[in-house]
């Protein structure tokens, strides 16, 4: 059913307001919105059952960022964070989208690379033939691992060998297994493939199977994002649409040739990315990881994000990356907050959910980039730090919003300041 992601005074509501809201918004049943009032979402029965030596469960706040369209659809993007701002710079970035119709997106298929390091080679590149010439026969070892996968149309679909003829440790063949996950992460599919086929594989070659293992840099599993946005639709009393497209390319330009900026740039990224991925119960290391060895295939450590003008002048950013998330399997089926998520998104592959991921990935780089290129990154970042300021100070109730305005005020936003406040305004 279609929904309208715009969300008009959300943030001015308490949070048992905004459940409502989004309750008659989405027509969320009754199950759903305890999973969310409830600070229990996860039993603590099924959290022992997910990781090892469980003693209770851990909370994190759960927001909605709004105003996203993509692809022509409204999308409410549930967030999982506790960084000030984050959600909020997304939402006003993908306002800032939505005059010339929002976000588009496109993804390739979901393949994912299982690598087995084979050592104890006189002749790598005789072997890596070997390999090569029996394709098919290890094509069809890794497909009998998976019937299930085989009839959802994904499997095992290629076989690349890499040679290293003259490693430190001699030389080294590394064969990487091609194979289409579907709608799951996959690292569990591929290892189990990878472990398949290693014995077959040390008979062809004549050597030792070491390491049978995913590899995070999924360079076949990309996700692709693109919005554009005209200079007015920019302008703010103090600074012209124009002005701030430019700012935008300059610091763009900043983060493409100097790592050492790349590597805040490319964080800011992941700050919009990282969390709808924990929000949904998915891998969000195996995601930065992928994120950041992408950023320098090249050799060059840069940006993932390109932000230009086009023959109109209008500001053209574009994000392409590995997103290997998935909708079944780990915590994505056991978590009930991660399935209420899914529901909320309402995806229907996991392509479409890298997709949705890298959108507000360039949503969020571009609130950062527009920041920096007008009052710096301080002012409106501190202004909502200045709230868990207030919150660790004691601040409650009516107090909170007192707080942060006199910190704001005097942009002077410290701890030892918010207690001093809080002690005069209580005649203490």
Sequence with gaps: MPVDSRLPNFRSLAPAQRLEHLQQLLGLGAEDVGLLQDAGALPLEVADGMIENVVGTFELPYAIASNFRINGRDVLIPMVVEEPSVVAAASFMAKLTRPAGGFITSSSEPLMRAQV??????????????????????????????????????GCRDLEVHTFADSPRGPMLVAHLIVDVRDAMGANTVNTMAETVAPLMERLTGGEVRLRILSNLADLRLARAQLRIAPEDLDTPQYSGTRIIEGVIDAYTFAAIDPYRAATHNKGIMNGIDPLVVATGND??????????????????GSLTTWEKDG???????LEMPMPLGLVGGATKTHPLAQLSLRILGVKSAQELAEIAVAVGLAQNLGALRALATEGIQRGH?????????????ARGDEVDWLVKRMVETRDVRADRAEALLREKRGQ
């Design 312 to 318: 109109e002048g209008h500001l053209v950013g574009t």
């Design 284 to 301: 969000w290391r195996a995601v930065e990881a992928g994120a950041h060895a992408y950023a320098c295939r090249s050799g060059h450590y």
């Design 117 to 154: 390091q084979i050592i104890g080679l006189s002749d790598p590149f005789n072997a890596r033939l070997s390999l090569l010439r029996a394709k098919e026969e290890i094509i069809a070892l890794a497909n009998s691992k998976d019937q299930v996968l085989n009839k959802l149309g994904g």
């Design 382 to 394: 501190m202004a909502l730090h200045a709230r868990n300021v207030a919150l660790s100070a004691g």
